[in-house]
């Protein structure tokens, strides 16, 4: 890691007897694009900000109310403040790009409500955007009772938003909703928004110990939406102590959505690496026994059709180790599938460390590691956070006994225990539990139903992608005909913003409608292979079965090649809701790989190769929608093809409806 600089500027007073009734200080970004001003006025807190000398918030105030002690949102004094200039740069030991730049100016004041307690807002606004925490009063000891946070975000436009709901029954596997800033209810975040030469989002970053925050319009059809705690069961909205740091609330500022997905505000408002040598740690591509469940051809459950046996596992194992592949996923390995309507609160009975009759985890394992192939353990535990915690302990023996170094987590129900939202306090610190559990063990998750992302990856680079989306999955099973072919089209700019993503792309057969009468895959093949750059996951699955890729071997072959740990990556081009470009370049290499994808409208789109080396030349290997191509009547069309090219060339993609492109740029 190189520090360029790091300059503290402790400014003037700090004795509350001269404290400030009024006090105004704008903090510029290091470009000077981007402005915050944290304002006490009449003893109430605020900040707002203007992008390009354009406002983005107007006054938006600050301050919270407690179940337990007074409010702390008026009567404010400013008792001190402290201007932050910072410029670092660190390295991320996988992921998206590998170097980091934290560059920032900041100011941190001190708040002294009239009965002498002191608030800390402290403020960062980088090139991307800007974030800002609370430092809660008091000492260790003192328990405080968050009724509600009263961050304001009061928009300068009512501008075009992204959004899904918060407190429904499918949480996070929505579809994103385009609607005016001014028609929404409630959303969670990372909440899109565009419109008047910018784009924004709001979300927070390092959430731990804490709830996440929703969004949720107090006043209708206003331009005001104002943090919403996702409470305990008894209404509380964060249970905290004395001197504790909220997470950062944070608005991302680009000029338009391509800028926004590339980000990195979100990691750099999170802590350091907390586990030291992480070398443990491996990203990869995995199959899996999965799609065949999801599609109905198989089952989770023993009987006739159980997916998860001795003997298909061990062909996974062969296929995978024959074509490159490093994992192998196994759902449906252990006890308690049998139970009947397990994803009901309260019905599942999972039991982690013993395998159903079917499944024989030693010679399992033993064959895997004589194959060279990582199992991917999964622990579905049916929102049973408790029964999980429990068991937990030899959960995390029993795979670190059998060699599985990564596990698929997943929390399918409406409420954990019956009670809790899956975004409240509660999912957030027993997550954290499974964790940092697991890293001692050294093993990686990836959770599905999570509690959003927030960065933490950088903290506990175990932590390797979440689901926490309307994923592939409601292509193949869900009764509702799945997912929009604009979806994949929206996530980049939305859920992506949060972090990776275990989408588990790879779809080379579309109609499911023999087993699912409701579901076929609505994009092409092409498309399938451009999620693989488009949608980042240090953990990518290739979904489909071996033998459906048997038939493909040409296509396949982009999926054997794609890397899923990037030196660098670059949104060239997107408009939200109808095409995306993504370039990234691979971290053990010196070859770029490209993905473009299309909604249902077929378009082409021109791209200067200006971010290949200059001088160098390259094998572009093509994997474009073929003749006739289109996601409703002939997805699998593919075309294959190859020039040789250089970062003066330019290149036109034509896609299909539903289609997409995918590029490797192989270095001469
Ligand atoms: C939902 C998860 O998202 C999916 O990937 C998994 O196969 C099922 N739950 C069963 O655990
Ligand atoms: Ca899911």
Redesign the pocket.
């Known amino acids: 890691m190189r520090k360029w600089t790091v300059l503290v500027l402790a400014a003037a007073f700090a004795a509350p007897a001269t404290a400030l009734a009024q006090f105004r200080q704008p903090v510029l970004s290091p470009d000077g694009r981007l402005a915050v001003e944290l304002s006490l006025d009449k003893g109430e807190a605020a900040y707002r900000a203007t992008f390009n000398g354009r406002p983005i918030l107007d006054r938006s105030r600050l301050g919270f109310r407690f179940s337990n002690a007074a409010p702390l949102d008026s009567g404010f004094r400013v008792a001190a403040s402290q201007s932050l200039d910072h410029d670092e740069s660190w390295s991320q030991p996988w992921g998206e790009r590998r170097q980091m730049r934290d560059k920032y100016h900041g100011l941190i004041l001190t708040l002294a409500a009239p009965d002498g307690r002191q608030l800390g807002v402290e403020l960062r606004v980088f090139d991307d955007g800007f974030g800002f925490r609370y430092t809660l009063p008091g000492k260790p000891d003192d328990q405080l009772i968050v009724r509600d946070e009263e961050t304001e975000f009061h928009f300068a436009q009512n501008y075009r938003t992204w959004s899904i709901p918060a407190y429904r029954e499918k949480y996070s ?1 929505y579809e994103y909703s385009r609607s005016s800033l001014s028609a929404l209810q409630t959303a969670q975040t990372p909440l899109t928004l565009e419109g008047d030469g910018v784009a924004l989002a709001v979300h927070e970053a390092a959430l731990v110990d804490y709830s996440s925050m929703n969004l949720r319009m107090p006043e209708e059809n206003s331009r005001m939406l104002k943090a919403d705690l996702s409470p305990w069961p008894n209404g509380d909205r964060a249970r905290v102590h004395g001197g504790q740091k909220t997470p950062w609330r944070v608005v991302i500022v680009a000029n338009d959505a391509a800028r926004l997905a590339d980000s990195t505000i979100v990691l750099n408002l999170n802590e350091p690496n907390r586990l030291g040598d992480v070398s443990w740690v491996h990203p990869g591509k995995y199959i899996g026994i ?1 799609w065949a ?2 599609t109905g051809l198989l089952t ?1 459950e023993p009987g006739e059709r159980l997916g998860a046996t001795t003997e298909r596992t061990r062909h996974y194992i062969d296929w995978a180790a024959a074509h490159g592949i490093k994992g192998v996923l196994v ?1 449906g390995w252990n006890k308690g599938w049998e139970v009947p309507q397990w ?1 009901v609160n309260g019905h599942s009975r999972f039991i982690f460390d013993e395998a159903q009759p079917a499944f024989d985890m030693r010679a399992i394992s033993a064959y895997a590691r004589s194959k060279g192939i990582d199992l991917i353990g ?1 622990h ?1 535990t049916g929102a049973q956070v408790q029964d999980y915690l429990r068991q937990l302990g030899p959960a995390l023996a029993y795979y670190d006994r059998y060699d599985v170094r990564s596990i ?1 987590l ?1 929390y ?1 129900g409406t409420k954990l225990d019956s009670i809790y939202w899956p975004d409240s306090q509660y999912a957030v610190e027993n997550l954290q539990k499974v964790v940092e559990a697991a890293a001692r063990h050294h093993i990686s998750v990836f959770p ?2 999570p509690v959003k992302d927030t960065g933490l990856r950088r903290t506990w680079p175990n932590l390797l992608s979440r ?1 926490g989306a309307r ?1 592939q ?1 409601y292509n193949g099973g869900s009764p509702d005909t799945g997912n929009a072919p604009d979806h994949t089209t929206i996530l980049p700019f939305t859920r992506l913003l949060s972090g990776p993503l ?1 989408y ?1 792309p790879g779809v080379f057969h579309f109609d499911y409608r023999a087993t699912r009468p409701n579901n076929r895959v609505p994009s092409t093949l092409a498309n399938q292979l451009a999620l693989y750059v488009i949608l980042y996951s240090p953990v990518q699955m290739a979904v489909d079965l071996p033998e459906r890729y048997d038939e493909y071997p040409d296509a396949f072959r982009f999926i054997q090649d794609v890397p899923t740990d990037w030196e660098t990556s670059r949104t060239l081009q997107g408009r939200i809701g109808e095409y995306v470009m993504t370039a990234r370049q691979d971290r053990s290499s010196a070859d770029w790989y490209l993905g473009a994808i299309t909604n249902e409208a077929a378009r082409t789109l021109s791209v200067p190769l200006d971010f290949l080396a200059a001088g160098k030349r390259y094998e572009a290997q093509i994997y474009a929608d073929g003749p006739g191509a289109d996601w409703r009547t002939a997805p699998d069309s593919v075309a294959i093809s190859r020039r040789i090219v250089t970062a003066t060339d330019m290149l036109e993609l034509r896609l299909a409806p539903g289609g997409g492109q995918a590029i490797r740029f192989k270095a001469l």
Do not use: A, L, S
Request: charged letters at 40%; glycine letters at 10%.
């Open positions: 596997e999965f469940m999801h989770w759902e994803w999964h579905e698929k997943g399918v599905h139903e689901e994923g999955e275990d588990t």
